[in-house]
């Protein structure tokens, strides 16, 4: 469990950034490490998280962990609880919240898709350099999840960049061309008796990939989606309702889904 010590330490670190860099969610990296150029890496190991690289991690644990978008304490204590959860985490980028489940359950058993080779290979990296057994726990695939298979064209300039998307009309000047799959292929072979966590962060597709993904939503237990326009929300909810889950939480990003017992 992250220290009171150091969680105090890192809140402070953040909000003095945020003061001088003009305020905002990522004053951090607007003000010490864009316009300073400081090095992540002096930076003290995180628990769950180790040593920092890149300045992506630094501004996805702010906003998930620090910020508290992707947190919630009931989910949290529930997989820490479960023998080995089952969780499939739809746009892993560098990482950090595949070592997250980890650090809430060594145990756990982790489908993760992101649609960047370079993603998995940086990710695969830092997973094992702070927890080196749970790497053969990971089945990593790469491919573009939508509500059908075939292709799709990208365009991205760094790989790695949180914000790149399955669209071919994107700003960037390389471009790659992806299979594509739906959510409940991914899984055809390797179906649980329970999803415990489904994690959806692929930057406006969220709607495409759970409209594909009815068998997987059927055994999930929790679904966190990110949202990013009331279409995407409208349907995304729709998937969730349908398979049976309920909306119980909900912040600013993220919207947080749960199969509760039947009264």
């Not at 010590?5 to 004053?27: E, N, P």
């Not at 906003?63 to 978008?69: A, H, I, L, Q």
């Not at 349907?235 to 349908?242: D, G, L, N, Q």
């Amino acid at each position: 469990m992250m220290s009171k010590a150091l969680h105090a330490i890192w809140k402070w670190f953040f909000g003095a950034a945020a003061a001088l860099g003009g305020g905002g969610r990522r004053g951090l990296s607007a003000y010490l490490l864009n316009a300073c150029s400081l090095p992540v890496a002096w930076l003290p190991a995180l628990p769950g998280f180790g040593t920092l690289v890149r300045r992506d991690e630094l501004l996805n644990i702010q906003d998930n962990f620090f910020e508290g978008t992707l947190r919630f304490r009931e989910m949290e204590e529930a997989m820490r609880g479960t023998a080995e959860p089952f969780v499939l985490d739809l746009g892993v980028n560098v990482g950090v919240t595949v070592r997250w489940w980890f650090h809430l359950n060594p145990r756990a058993q982790v489908v993760a898709v992101d649609m960047m080779r370079e993603a998995h290979a940086f990710a695969q990296q830092r997973l094992a350099a702070v927890r080196a057994d749970a790497v053969a726990r990971v089945r990593w695939v790469e491919c573009v999840v939508s509500d059908e298979a075939g292709t799709t064209e990208v365009a991205f300039d760094d790989p790695l960049f949180g914000m790149n998307r399955a669209d071919a009309s994107a700003a960037g000047g390389s471009r790659r061309l992806l299979a594509s799959a739906t959510v409940d292929s991914l899984l055809a072979d390797q179906m649980p008796d329970e999803v415990f966590l489904c994690k959806v962060d692929i930057e406006g597709a969220g709607g495409r990939a759970l409209a594909g993904a009815s068998r997987v939503l059927a055994r999930t237990r929790f679904l966190v989606v990110e949202y990013h326009d009331p279409d995407e929300v409208a349907s995304m909810t729709r998937s969730a309702v349908a398979a049976g889950l309920d909306l119980v939480r909900a912040n600013p990003k993220m919207l947080f889904f749960e199969r509760r017992p039947a009264r």
